[in-house]
């Protein structure tokens, strides 16, 4: 790739320049936990390529929100950047799609999520100490 620069840490404000700058993210990571670089780059609009694993196969639903494959297919991986990037379109509405799903993981929604978790626990807790007594 001697087109390529790396840039390693960049700031906010450059980081930001960066993914507004770009078509499509290529996440081929299997070693990332969770990849907080991933939700970056959907919540910028972009189309994320990636393998299905870790916060990938939580955050991207196939051909919806981005392209997700088989962990370790490096094949089909570079085969599904390579034909995305031929398709302006359609990773526009990728990234369109991702952006949406990105706001979902605002601080509220992940705060109203937990708090139902908590919510539907108590219920069962409640129902499953109510039938022991009896």
Excluded at 49 to 61: N, T
Excluded at 83 to 100: D, H, K, M
């Amino acid at each position: 790739m001697p087109e390529a620069h790396f840039t390693g840490f960049l700031p906010r404000e450059a980081l930001a320049r960066h993914y507004a700058s770009a078509d499509l993210f290529l996440f081929p990571s299997l070693s990332e936990t969770w990849g907080n670089v991933v939700l970056e780059a959907m919540a910028s609009g972009l189309a994320v390529v990636a393998f299905r694993h870790a916060a990938a196969a939580e955050l991207i639903d196939h051909d919806r929100s981005g392209l997700v494959l088989p962990p370790g297919d490096e094949a089909a991986f570079c085969a599904a950047a390579t034909e995305l990037s031929q398709q302006p379109v359609r990773y526009a509405r990728l990234g369109r799609a991702a952006r949406q799903r990105a706001l979902e993981w605002r601080w509220p929604a992940i705060a109203d999520t937990f708090l139902a978790i908590l919510e539907h626990a108590r219920e069962s807790f409640d129902e499953t100490t109510r039938s022991c007594r009896l």
